[in-house]
């Protein structure tokens, strides 16, 4: 069978080197985790996807300390709470969450060294300027 032209090869991703962090992706819509995980790839992550939170925290105990970033929605189910993601997140691994609306001041109390928050909708570059600023910390 002949080979592709060489155009016609598919550019690898920043986020396909196997020296990059690994971000872990929680999202149960589809359409939103593919926009994400390209968004996450961009900005020089490895990603592993999850649908939801028991899927993340299942993926958090199998494989510990290959995770720096968990990427959630803040309201998502099993997030915040008692036994929720947020709760069981590994010690040194940072978790990035969306949070829905004009103004996330009041999410900003989560902020804590290893939580941070980003407003969605994301306007212009936002996420990936929090991606970069959160890879040099």
């Given at each position: ?21 690994t971000a872990l992706l929680v999202e149960s ?10 968004i996450l790839e961009l900005a020089g992550y ?92």
């Amino acid at each position: 069978m002949p080979r592709p032209p060489r155009f016609l090869k598919p550019r690898s991703l920043p986020g396909d080197r196997p020296e990059n962090p690994t971000a872990l992706l929680v999202e149960s819509e589809d359409p939103l985790r593919a926009l994400f995980r390209r968004i996450l790839e961009l900005a020089g992550y490895r990603v592993l996807e999850a649908r939801d939170t028991g899927d993340a925290i299942s993926m958090l105990s199998r494989s510990p300390g290959s995770v720096e970033l968990v990427f959630a929605e803040l309201t998502g189910p099993g997030v915040l709470g008692r036994g929720g993601l947020r709760e069981r997140i590994p010690r040194g691994v940072k978790l990035l969450l969306t949070v829905r609306g004009e103004s996330d001041d009041p999410a900003r109390v989560l902020e804590d060294g290893t939580t941070f928050v980003v407003t969605n909708p994301l306007r212009g570059d936002a996420l990936g300027s929090k991606l970069r600023e959160l890879r040099s910390k």
